[in-house]
Each structure stands twice: as structure tokens, then as C-alpha cells.
């Protein structure tokens, strides 16, 4: 199972699509609250944060879940533009596992979500 934090429509569409099609089962999660609860109940093999939701608070809610010694070992993947740059490097102090710009992303998610925690390199 695959955590989504993502508010984004177009890639939550996108995420659910490619998803189903890889037969991978996800939870949405649109609050940091949501996201904690889900990563505990759930145990997820992978964390997605879209790093632009002001909804999720990635970086906080990435750190938060790199501190918990129950959580801490869920990978975590986000995704932004690649012209935040500040923002890059805040989800890196946070302890998100691979960061990658937008466009990235969408093109290598099929393979994100087969690998479920394991991002390809």
C-alpha cells in the first residue's frame, strides 16, 4: 500500500490511474493529522507528497514522520517544480528519501508505484 498525500486533482488523478492500472493499492491522505494517522494504521511501503500542498505541510509532516521511530522507516518520495529550490532543500533536512521535480515524476510514476517504496534509479 502506498500513501498519497497529495491535493493537487491532476495528480491525484493521475497517481489513482496509474495506480490501477499497476494494480497498487493507495491511501489519500489531505492533512498532516491524516497522514501520521494513515502511516501508523496503515504501514505503507511509500509516502508521496506533493511538496507544494499547503493543505499537508510536507516538510513538517515528513520530519515528523523521519522522528517517529514507528514511522521513520516509510520512504518517502515528493515532487515540486524544480525551480523551488528553498523548498528542495527544506524536504532534504526534513529526511525525504528522493525528491524529484514535476515533470519527472509524472513520467516515471508507473515505475514509482510497481517498485512501491523502492524508487528506480
Known sequence: MI??????????????AAARHAGVELAFARTPAGVLEQARTQRPSLAIFDLDSAAVDPIATIAAMKR??????????????HVHTALIEAAREAGADEIMPRSAFAGRLPEILQAGGTVPS
Open 3 to 16: 500513501l498519497v498525500a497529495v491535493d493537487d486533482l491532476l495528480f491525484s488523478s493521475k497517481i489513482r
Open 68 to 81: 517517529d521511530p514507528a514511522l521513520g522507516s516509510i520512504r518517502t518520495v515528493g515532487f515540486v517544480s
